[in-house]
């Protein structure tokens, strides 16, 4: 059964710093792209940070040069570290990777950023 698992969110001050980290588990065959996506409320699903099998790496612009994703493939894990944070950065953050021709998600983990 396909897992992933997300971890490191919380509450941080404006200009601060987050890491968050998924890991996934569970499938026979190898993960595909991955990515971090959040929902702030009122809003929609966005991708905040992707990123290919190959390293090829796609942001939001609300978050270029703040945010890095960091994959590593023998792990399956993807980090997220966040820098430079924002009141507006807070939302829900899901993680998600592609394995089978499937799509799975994690549970979400909370980021919230206090002004």
């Known amino acids: 059964q396909v897992q992933l698992v997300e971890s490191g969110g919380g509450l941080v001050q404006a200009g601060g710093s987050l890491r968050l980290s998924c890991a996934a588990s569970?499938?026979?065959?190898?993960?595909?792209?991955m990515g971090w996506y959040r929902r702030a409320p009122g809003k929609s699903r966005e991708l905040v940070a992707g990123?290919?099998?190959?390293?090829?790496?796609t942001y939001a612009d609300s978050v270029k040069g703040r945010f890095t994703a960091v994959r590593d493939i023998a792990k399956n894990t993807l980090d997220l570290q966040m820098n430079s944070l924002k009141p507006e950065d807070a939302a829900l953050y899901h993680c998600?990777?592609?394995?089978?021709?499937?799509?799975?998600w994690g549970r979400g983990i909370q980021v919230t950023v206090s002004s």
């Open positions: 569970g499938s026979k065959f190898s993960f595909g792209a």
């Open positions: 998600s990777a592609d394995t089978a021709g499937l799509i799975y």
């Open positions: 990123i290919t099998r190959e390293g090829t790496t």
